[in-house]
């Protein structure tokens, strides 16, 4: 890390993307599940983060579910030519709202027509394999029979490209082995930093990550010490949270979600926020020596 400037874009499926996108799950109602409290608020968020130059925007079929890609067809269709969706399946929603692997074959081929539907689409741009682990965190165990499912999905034109959710190293080699991935989208931030070498190897080989919650995982103790490093920045927590994770490195890409207008500028202009090497390695401190939480 250095004072520099990162850069503010990426390749993600062969397209350079804004390395600053957004992450269409807050547009569902409570626990992801059911439609937004305030319809024309969600489809002002999607046109307004497209009018502000976003052109990378994360979703699934599974977020409603239906809701969050019948809300980006109805603001959004027909897209812009450099709008990258990206879309996940391996997950389906019980009558209660419960998150349910769903990993076989035919699984997977209903939830990429769901998403080819409900988005309005001949084929999807990119389709990450959602590995359900234990939720938040990737387990180890082969993921060969869903990546070749997908795979023959994208020999029959349905999808593009394809990407992984919630997977370990040895799960993406072994899909590496079956097909092209194009990104990589795992828990990490300023503090969950597992995933600090996979990072590294998987910019040397030009894949794109992705991670997500951006504040998951802070204890009061580091929350209260992001918060006067904020301060001094005149940022929010959030903005300075998002910030680090563009100087960390080049090949990730941002999805923070919002339900809110205000709040989506608010994060997009976490970009133009300038951390020196002193702040740097203060933000490196929260969150203790090799990722670990400090004590």
């Not at 990589?184 to 995933?195: I, P, S, T």
């Not at 001094?232 to 563009?246: F, N």
């Amino acid at each position: 890390m250095s004072n520099l400037t990162p850069a503010t874009t990426f390749q993600l499926a062969g397209r350079s993307v804004r390395r600053m996108g957004y992450g269409a799950m807050q547009l569902a109602g409570p626990g992801v599940f059911g439609p937004p409290k305030d319809r024309d608020a969600a489809i002002a968020v999607l046109r307004e983060a497209v009018a502000s130059g976003v052109d990378h925007i994360d979703t699934s079929d599974f977020y409603g579910p239906h809701v969050t890609n019948q809300l980006i067809r109805e603001a959004l269709h027909p897209y812009a030519d450099d709008l990258v969706i990206v879309t996940k399946v391996g997950a389906v929603r019980g009558s209660d709202g419960a998150w349910l692997p769903a990993f076989e074959p035919g699984d997977i081929e209903r939830a990429v027509h769901d998403n080819l539907r409900n988005l309005g689409l001949d084929a999807l741009e990119v389709v990450n394999m959602r590995i359900m682990g234990s939720v938040h965190e990737p387990s180890e165990g082969s993921i060969e029979k869903q990546v070749t499912a997908l795979a023959e999905l994208q020999r029959r034109g349905l999808v593009r490209h394809i990407g992984l959710s919630n997977v370990t190293a040895a799960q993406i080699a072994e899909a590496r082995s079956i097909a092209e991935v194009v990104c990589v989208q795992n828990h990490y931030n300023l503090v969950h930093r597992a995933d600090d070498a996979l990072i590294d190897d998987l910019a040397g080989k030009g894949i794109a990550y992705v991670p997500f919650f951006p504040l998951g995982g802070f204890t009061p103790i580091q929350s209260s010490a992001l918060s006067g490093i904020a301060q001094k920045l005149d940022a929010t927590p959030m903005q300075v949270a998002l910030a680090w994770l563009l100087y960390r490195s080049p090949n990730i890409l941002l999805i923070p979600g919002t339900s809110s207008v205000e709040h989506l500028r608010e994060n997009l202009r976490a970009s133009q926020l300038i951390l020196t090497d002193e702040v740097l390695a203060e933000l490196d401190a929260i969150g203790g020596a090799h990722g670990q939480p400090a004590e």
